[in-house]
């Protein structure tokens, strides 16, 4: 929270400063991970807790597959490799989360001042699918003041966090709770209830339901028209995943081809890699009290499995191009999948009716010279990998058949049409989001998205305008790195071993030890912190200069700093004359008005060394706080329609 001095605006200028943190500038709910992995490594795990949970209800998920778009921006990557936050955020949520059964502090660390100031009237609110996206509309509202019902198609709620996650990489336990924890809200749940078997939009509005929200996700997964397609043996990635998800995986063969170089693609692979019986084995390594011992359960499963499975992956991409994630593409490695990079499927070759192998080309290149998907290949270099199952996860469709004329619903390439903005459909009173709306994203992109929409159902309902206020202060910085930060280097969780993993349902990755945990958490180089500058007491002695690791700070003359435009309309401003005048200047006239110390803020490690040396205290390390807040604007929200289709209630 910011000092009572603080400033109040709609983003405005805070909105440089808010960007210098990059990893909570990068997490599209704006997580502060800068502050919750300090607090662990300052040992205040419950304060950790509380600010990841702040704004994601679904923190404890993205502690295990969230796609992590704060490592990727983390600012200690640029100096050797990013801080380990997503572990970072599972090692609290593991203790403070509802997955330890109390939902508590789950309850206790939200965010309320990120919801409308305004409170619904309990009008009825009909959420379909209970995936990430419609369980994060109905927490919103429900904590608004609507009477909330989800409708999930499936016999149990979690949309892609059940059907799409293997169970090895998240615990279907771990799911339940987080979704109960949003039920106990007073959220009414229906399951086994089908939008266009079940009801329609049009039911729902004359039962009442002043609005709907569609989050029925892409439930289908995509094929390739290739020769051999229709064999048996054949599956595709999103089938196969929610079949051996529920513990009834499709029948394979021991030679498996999956075709596609992404996360998902990876899932399929490593989930057919496990033997068929491994629900089983799972069972028994877990009960422990039973004192079977882990190493007994993997050699009875290693002696049941007939034969050794090879599952092979092929993709266009280059292995430096793949989108999958490295630890996902190193781990399938150890588990025993076989990678082929660079080829292009041609054919599946067939023999009797099954499927006897796929026939690949060699792919030139993916992209072209404008980065647009436009694969070239070299025909003359064929090769066929010897499979009898092959298994396509090469991306994502929608199934819209639920949509009736008289609903109102538009949709455009295979995807609901909506407002980007609001995420309001061509019916005012349906709303959609998540990958039913933009197509393929992280389970971030869609908790965020769908908050997006809660609070466009609310402005739409109660004829407000909701917007996000920031505000924001400085306050002086008691600032220290750990002695030997910059030595630190990162270090994954601990994972089961490959030998064991690969014939179970384990969960691979493993919480840090806490001292660990500290020491991974010390690496964060803190970017709330910043140098700031007192020109007027600068004595320009180039001391930071000398200092400074990263060689980004420079005194400069005049005329290097007019090189730029936005250097030269700022020399302009101190010397009182138009920008156009000033560029007339040559060198020498230039350099003649003075030197400039200059700072690259967006390489900047916060190291305080600068601070250190300054003999005149020019430079001090300094905190820039700031909390974003919903607050209700004069007016209607400008980009809501209003107008209800024939029929509705």
Request: glycine share 10%.
């Amino acid at each position: 929270m910011a000092p009572a001095n603080g400033h109040f605006d709609m983003i405005g200028g805070a909105g440089y400063w808010m960007q210098m943190v990059k990893c909570q500038d990068a997490c599209p709910v704006n997580t502060d991970a800068c502050g919750y992995v300090n607090a662990i490594a300052e040992g205040r795990d419950q304060d950790a807790y509380r600010i990841a949970r702040a704004t994601n209800p679904f923190a404890s998920i993205c502690g295990r597959v969230c796609g992590a778009p704060c490592e990727a921006n983390c600012r200690r990557g640029s100096l050797d490799e990013p801080v380990s936050i997503r572990a970072l955020k599972r090692f609290v949520t593991s203790q403070y989360g509802p997955e330890t059964g109390d939902f508590t502090h789950y309850r206790a660390g939200a965010n309320l001042e990120m919801l409308s100031p305004n409170r619904g009237s309990f009008e009825k609110i009909a959420v379909i699918g209970a995936g990430v996206a419609g369980m994060t509309v109905a927490n919103d509202l429900t904590l608004l003041g609507y009477k909330v019902t989800v409708f999930e198609a499936s016999a149990k709620p979690g949309g892609m966090l059940t059907a799409g996650v293997p169970v090895f990489r998240l615990p279907r336990e771990l799911v339940m709770a987080e979704i109960d924890a949003i039920l106990s809200l007073g959220v009414e749940l229906k399951c086994n209830q089908r939008l266009g078997r079940d009801f329609t939009i049009q039911q729902l509005r004359d039962q009442g339901y002043k609005a709907v929200f569609l989050g029925v996700g892409l439930p289908k997964g995509r094929k390739l028209d290739l020769p051999g397609s229709n064999l048996d043996g054949v599956y595709d990635g999103m089938d196969f995943l929610r079949a051996f998800n529920d513990g009834t995986p499709l029948p394979v063969g021991n030679k498996i081809v999956v075709i596609g170089g992404g996360n998902v693609a990876y899932d399929v692979a490593r989930s057919a890699v496990r033997p068929l019986d491994a629900m089983e084995t799972e069972e028994h390594t877990a009960d422990t009290a039973r004192g079977e011992s882990v190493a007994y359960d993997v050699a009875r499963s290693a002696m049941r499995l007939s034969g050794k499975r090879e599952v092979h992956v092929v993709c266009l991409e280059g292995r430096h191009e793949m989108p999958a994630d490295e630890v996902e593409v190193n781990e399938g490695s150890e588990e025993g999948l076989v990678l082929h990079n660079s080829r292009g499927p041609r054919e599946i070759v067939g023999e009797n009716g099954n499927v006897a192998g796929l026939r690949t080309v060699e792919c030139t290149a993916v992209f072209d010279a404008n980065h647009r998907f436009s694969p070239t290949f070299n025909e003359s270099n064929v090769d066929t990998i010897e499979a009898d199952t092959i298994i396509f996860s090469i991306g994502q469709s929608s199934d819209l058949s639920f949509l009736q004329p008289g609903d109102g619903v538009e949709s455009v390439r295979g995807l609901i049409k909506v407002d980007p903005e609001t995420y309001q459909t061509t019916a005012p009173d349906v709303f959609a989001c998540g990958d039913i709306a933009h197509g393929p994203r992280l389970f971030i992109h869609a908790i965020r998205s769908a908050q997006i929409a809660a609070r466009s159902m609310h402005d739409f309902l109660r004829g407000t305008n909701t917007q996000i206020a920031v505000q924001s202060a400085w306050e002086t910085a008691a600032y220290t790195m750990r002695q030997g930060w910059d030595q630190l280097r990162r270090h994954h969780p601990p994972v089961v071993a490959a030998s064991e993993r690969a014939v179970s349902l384990r969960i691979v990755e493993e919480n840090y030890p806490d001292a660990e945990a500290r020491t991974q958490a010390s690496r964060c180089l803190r970017c709330n912190v910043n140098t700031v500058f007192d020109t007027g007491m600068c004595v320009a002695c180039t001391g930071c200069v000398d200092v400074c690791p990263e060689s980004l700070i420079k005194l400069i003359g005049v005329a290097d700093l007019c090189k730029t435009q936005e250097g030269l309309d700022w020399a302009a401003g101190l010397a009182g004359v138009p920008p156009a005048e000033l560029a007339k200047f040559d060198k020498s006239h230039l350099d003649a008005l003075g030197g400039v110390m200059v700072k690259d803020e967006s390489t900047c490690i916060r190291c305080g060394l600068c601070a250190v040396r300054c003999p005149s205290h020019a430079i001090t390390m300094q905190r820039f706080v700031f909390k974003r807040q919903c607050v209700s604007v004069p007016g209607l929200n400008p980009k809501l329609k209003r107008t209800q289709p024939a029929g509705s209630a």
